[in-house]
């Protein structure tokens, strides 16, 4: 069974930067499509960028130019660099995979706390 582990949230001020970690454990399966999402307190989860192999990531309007996704094909992994946080940031951050025959997986999430 494949679990998808996220890390590197944790507190950053206003202005700061951090980097997220998604790497899969358990099975060994390929991701067409990568990505992560943000659910704020009493807020719905929303999409904040995603990688298809061979198409130009996407971001929300929110994050663009600040946050940059990348892939480790070779190991499955997908990163989000975040950078120019702000307070409006904070969130639980989540991976998602999807394989070439639509199976979707989620992680647990981590914590971005962006203090004012």
């Known amino acids: 069974q494949v679990q998808l582990v996220e890390s590197g949230g944790g507190l950053v001020q206003a202005g700061g930067s951090l980097r997220l970690s998604c790497v899969p454990s358990?099975?060994?399966?390929?991701?067409?499509?990568m990505g992560w999402y943000r659910q704020a307190p009493g807020k719905q989860r929303e999409f904040v960028a995603q990688s298809t192999r061979g198409s130009t990531p996407n971001y929300s309007d929110s994050v663009k130019g600040r946050f940059t996704i990348s892939r480790d094909n070779a190991k499955n992994t997908v990163y989000l660099q975040m950078n120019s946080l702000k307070p409006e940031d904070t969130a639980v951050y989540y991976c998602r995979g999807v394989t070439p025959g639509y199976f979707d997986y989620w992680g647990q999430g981590t914590q971005v706390t962006v203090s004012s």
């Open positions: 358990g099975s060994t399966v390929s991701f067409n499509t």
